[in-house]
């Protein structure tokens, strides 16, 4: 078996990895692999994502925040379309989410109340009587999930990294006083090893031997509709504060319906279940009065959690030289770039930000 020495092995080809060897190569030997033939496949390739900076913990607020420069100014060459447009987001309380509406308005920046008045201006098919009260954030956006992804994928190759696709870590084995991972008939020798495998997280973990984190694998399901006849619904992402449901705009004459559902589930490609999307539309139409007669493409997600919720980034205290990028859950792709960095920052021995380090340290799983 051929044995490549290089300097960092990054397990999985989603943006949570493709950002951190993209972040890395610029001063480092990396090769990323990637079990799939495709990169991000699981989650990144089936993500509808959104920058909402009022979405999610307080650590991946800081991290959404941190990236936002990125999306609006990219590096040179890395990608020709803008990344980022402009779609504000909604919030509808119904009866029962006031004091939900109230908590998320406290712990909020950027997001107002707005009146209902101006919410039936902005939806017309909004049924009368659905919401009680409503809340908006303007500064949010729709994000080009695909141009994200193959910039840095780019950024990789440039700087001299090496994507392998079909290539499963296949054993994971201390060697040396290195990191030797078996990969599609190839040994790689490296000091480094990053798990950045989604959903698989735990399952790389354990072939080094690592103890797992309780990273559990959520679908989320989507679908696309028609939109509402003869009317172009250009109106913001929205959805109840519970999130039961939500729905924006697609290409002009349509809506992406989702149930907002987290169904626990193995690692594997998972496919949308036809009670997942009934209830996405079901409850979507509660709040909007949007005919479907038929569903034109449905498709589900995996969304991968850390028992807190929160991402999972830096070294490992039990494994020297193995290091975590996972738990991305919803919001990877809006935190990528400062979520790449921190993460190199950490494998390099770079100046960081310490206190967001030690709350998103795997060190917090550990007795």
């Known amino acids: 078996m051929e044995i490549i020495p290089t ?3 990054v397990i999985g080809a989603g943006i949570a990895g493709a950002s951190a060897a993209a972040a890395l190569a610029a001063t480092a030997r990396v090769v990323l692999l990637e079990m799939e033939t495709a990169a991000g496949y699981h989650s990144t390739g089936r993500s509808a994502a959104v920058w909402i900076l009022n979405y999610g913990p307080p650590d991946v607020r ?16 890395f990608t020709d379309a803008p990344l980022m447009a402009q779609r504000p987001c909604l919030f509808l309380a119904p009866a029962g989410q006031s004091a939900a509406l109230d908590a998320m308005l406290a712990d ?10 101006e919410v039936q201006r902005m939806v017309p098919v909004l049924r009368p009587g659905y919401a009680t009260r409503a809340a908006i954030e303007t500064d949010a956006f729709d994000m080009d999930v695909a141009a994200l992804h193959a910039g840095f994928l780019r950024q990789l190759s440039s700087a001299g990294g090496s994507l392998l696709l079909g290539a499963p870590a296949e054993r994971i084995d201390r060697h040396g006083g290195a990191w030797r991972v078996v990969a599609g008939g190839r040994a790689f020798d490296a000091p480094i090893v990053v798990d950045a495998a989604g959903a698989w997280a735990d399952h790389v ?9 309780g990273i559990q694998p959520m ?11 003869g009317q172009d619904p250009s109106w913001p992402l929205m959805g109840d504060v519970a999130h039961r449901w939500y729905c924006r705009p697609e ?8 149930p907002a559902d987290e169904t626990p589930v193995p690692p594997h490609d998972v496919q949308p279940e036809e009670i997942d999307v ?9 709040a909007l009065d949007v005919p479907v007669r038929r569903v034109e493409r ?5 969304r991968s959690f850390a028992p807190d919720r929160s991402l999972v980034i830096g070294p490992d205290p039990t494994a020297p030289g193995f290091f975590w990028s996972a738990g991305q859950g919803g919001y990877g792709i809006q935190t990528a770039p400062a979520a790449g960095r921190l993460l190199a920052d950490l494998v390099l021995g770079r100046p960081h930000d310490h206190r967001l380090s030690a709350r998103l340290s795997p060190a917090r799983f550990r007795s």
């Open 62 to 77: 800081d991290l959404t925040g941190a990236s936002r420069a990125f999306f609006e100014a990219p590096p040179q060459g």
């Open 251 to 258: 290409a002009r004459t349509k809506l992406l319906v989702s």
């Open 205 to 213: 973990a354990g072939l080094a031997g690592v103890a797992p984190i």
């Open 7 to 9: 300097d960092i092995v």
């Open 298 to 302: 449905a498709w589900a997600g995996l």
């Open 278 to 286: 009934a209830t996405g539309i079901a409850n979507m139409q509660e």
């Open 219 to 229: 679908r989320r399901t989507a679908c696309v509709v028609d939109g509402p006849p």
């Open 108 to 117: 909020a920046r950027g997001l107002r109340e707005i009146a209902l008045a």
